[in-house]
């Protein structure tokens, strides 16, 4: 149900976990190219030349690893009904990204000459935000829940 705030916030979550899919997560520039790392792959592109940069290792389970955590929030979505099992997942939710940002700094570690002078670019701040709208979530399921019990003692 959209109207609960729990729902937006998970929604958040969700979009700013799909958008660390399409943006860079560290990048690391040499006098010729350029190297990026994303969730689904290292491109290397040549400095000045303009196109999308060449696929140079394809990181599928990080990938796949990003899909079903960002299923995974927007499932929880729907389950306003039973909140005790919405906060579990969402609690779930913000250990399986904090998982899911440490096995992006294992892969970040995969640039030629490691992290030393490499540059983190937005999709490397994603985790934290959409953990952050998670907690928000637990925090609206929490009012939501104090709302019921009062209504249920004016009974």
Not at 11 to 35: G, Q, W, Y
Not at 60 to 70: C, D, G, K, R
Not at 130 to 141: D, R
Request: hydrophobic residues 50%.
């Amino acid at each position: 149900m959209i109207q609960r705030i729990q729902s937006i916030w998970l929604l958040l979550a969700t979009i700013a976990l799909i958008l660390m899919m399409f943006l860079p997560l560290v990048s690391k520039e040499n006098k010729t190219t350029e190297t990026e790392i994303h969730t689904v792959g290292l491109y290397k592109d040549v400095v000045g030349k303009p196109g999308p940069g060449l696929l140079m290792e394809q990181f599928t389970p990080l990938l796949i690893t990003n899909i079903v955590v960002a299923v995974l929030c927007f499932i929880n979505i729907f389950n306003f009904k039973r909140r005790t099992m919405q906060k579990r997942i969402a609690v779930f939710s913000i250990i399986a990204i904090g998982g899911f940002a440490f096995w992006c700094s294992i892969f970040a570690q995969k640039l030629p000459g490691g992290i030393d002078g490499a540059r983190f670019d937005f999709g490397a701040y994603l985790p934290a935000v959409s953990i952050l709208f998670c907690i928000m979530a637990i925090i609206g399921i929490n009012k939501d829940e104090k709302l019921i019990r009062s209504a249920e003692r004016l009974r």
